[in-house]
């Protein structure tokens, strides 16, 4: 199976600030990465597919890049609804599996 | 619009099964997977399996090794519905499950709602 290993685990950050996330795979999955974000109670929501295409609708301070095992999350000036649990999920070979999860806080 | 609508929450007994919808809607569904992933409380993601709705491709799945034995995803074409039922309930399968629709080799776009099931004596 591949592992994919997100980090941090949790992130403090403010309005305005730039944050990155990381997630590493076990081996090469190309570009067979999305990222989602969900926020309690709720479903995930994709935010990027194909390690860097931006979803419709997706603001565009969020932006993803990498290939093969190391791929980013990025969000270039937080706003207040960004606070949230963000994953990785690889879909290269079955079985798929997601990162471990970043929770990013005020 | 794309639109997944899974069933109610379902309170189980230990040892019973518990089988949950994912009623589709905006889209083609023969030409889409269905993806199923399931969320422990306070707990992360994680998939469980896949199943194939598309023409021609006899119900393909895939499980995680983890519920191999105990899980079985189908679908029903007819009412645009896909199932996942879990036999065999324990406490730890306590858990939000949810579908997704899945398209071109493992994109996970669409997700529906959730579903809890609680497995409790």
């Known amino acids: 199976d591949i592992q994919m290993t997100q980090s941090p685990s949790s992130l403090s950050a403010s309005v305005g600030d730039r944050v990155t996330i990381t997630c590493r795979a076990s081996?090469?999955?190309?570009?067979?990465l999305g990222w989602y974000q969900q926020k309690p109670g709720k479903a995930p929501k994709r935010l990027i597919y194909a390690a860097s295409s931006l979803q419709s609708g997706v603001p565009s301070r969020f932006s993803g890049s990498g290939s093969g095992t190391e791929f980013t999350l990025t969000i270039s000036s937080l706003q207040p609804e960004d606070f949230a649990t963000y994953y990785c999920?690889?879909?290269?070979?079955?079985?798929?599996?997601f990162g471990q999860g970043t929770k990013l806080e005020i | 619009q794309v639109q997944l609508v899974q069933s109610g929450a379902e309170v189980k007994k230990p040892g019973t099964s518990v089988k949950v919808s994912c009623k589709a809607s905006g889209f083609t569904f023969t030409t889409y997977g269905v993806t199923w992933v399931r969320q422990a409380p306070g707990q992360g993601l994680e998939w469980m399996g896949w199943?194939?709705?598309?023409?021609?491709?006899?119900?393909?799945?895939n499980y995680a090794q983890k519920f191999q034995g105990r899980v079985t995803m189908t679908t029903d074409t007819s009412t645009t519905t896909a199932y996942m039922e879990l036999r065999s309930l324990r406490s730890d399968d306590t858990a939000v499950y949810y579908c997704a629709r899945e398209y071109y080799g493992g994109r996970v776009d669409y997700w529906g709602q959730g579903t809890l099931v609680t497995v409790s004596s």
């Open positions: 999920l690889q879909h290269n070979s079955f079985p798929y599996t």
């Open positions: 081996q090469g999955i190309r570009n067979d």
């Open positions: 199943i194939s709705a598309y023409n021609g491709n006899n119900g393909n799945t």
